[in-house]
T-cell receptor, first 112, second 112 residues
Framework: KAGVTQTPRYLIKTRGQQVTLSCSPI?????VSWYQQTPGQGLQFLFE???????NKGNFPGRFSGRQFSNSRSEMNVSTLELGDSALYLC???????????FGQGTRLTVV | DAKTTQPNSMESNEEEPVHLPCNHS???????IHWYRQLPSQGPEYVIH???SNVNNRMASLAIAEDRKSSTLILHRATLRDAAVYYC?????????????FGQGTTLQVKP
């Protein structure tokens, strides 16, 4: 079966712009989580969605937001981009919140 | 959110067993212990998880101490493809959340 698909794979944006990243989970998976990975901070949890509801949110500013659609696809949005938002953004899907997570290959965002 | 404690790096010879330790001294009774690994330029990959008993799967074994304050991931025969960063993670089983709190992980080098 197809894995977790994240689009786009690479993105370059300018400070102050906004960006939307997309994640298509494995078919049948209802739980989608987002993580930010940087060399300095490692992997940090952003938020988790289950059946279109945000169940958990990490310690990130309000510029970071997300949503999940009825088909379980998820998007995350970052507004007013800062240089420090440059990172690899990873999406993980699970059948249920307590089962193993399957990660996508990520979207590499560079803010210039 | 208490993170786990792992050595920064370890080395192993190819085809030899590898024991990756993890300390989680503040673990609660409902916390699961998960192991994920991340190969270069890829998203994390699930390895194994457990609660109290030792667990085995096709990739590895997980040995959990009787007091659950530590655990060890065992790769029975390391291959060059096992070179990766290994993350030991505890998740809150009582809240039914998919949130994973990653630490810095252990970078495993496998020498031919």
């Amino acid at each position: 079966k197809a894995g977790v698909t994240q689009t786009p794979r690479y993105l370059i944006k300018t400070r102050g712009q906004q960006v939307t990243l997309s994640c298509s989970p494995i078919s049948g998976h209802r739980s989608v989580s987002w993580y930010q990975q940087t060399p300095g901070q490692g992997l940090q949890f952003l938020f988790e969605y289950f059946s279109e509801t945000q169940r958990n949110k990490g310690n990130f500013p309000g510029r970071f937001s997300g949503r999940q659609f009825s088909n379980s696809r998820s998007e995350m949005n970052v507004s007013t981009l800062e240089l420090g938002d440059s990172a690899l953004y990873l999406c993980a899907s699970r059948l249920n919140p307590d089962t193993e997570a399957f990660f996508g290959q990520g979207t590499r965002l560079t803010v210039v | 959110d208490a993170k786990t404690t792992q050595p920064n790096s370890m080395e192993s010879n190819e085809e030899e067993p590898v024991h990756l330790p993890c300390n989680h001294s503040t673990i609660s009774g409902t916390d699961y212990i998960h192991w994920y690994r991340q190969l270069p330029s890829q998203g994390p990959e699930y390895v194994i998880h457990g609660l109290t008993s030792n667990v085995n799967n096709r990739m590895a074994s997980l040995a959990i101490a009787e007091d659950r304050k530590s655990s060890t991931l065992i790769l029975h025969r390391a291959t060059l493809r096992d070179a990766a960063v290994y993350y030991c993670i505890r998740s809150d089983g009582s809240s039914n959340t998919g949130k994973l709190i990653f630490g810095q992980g252990t970078t495993l080098q496998v020498k031919p």
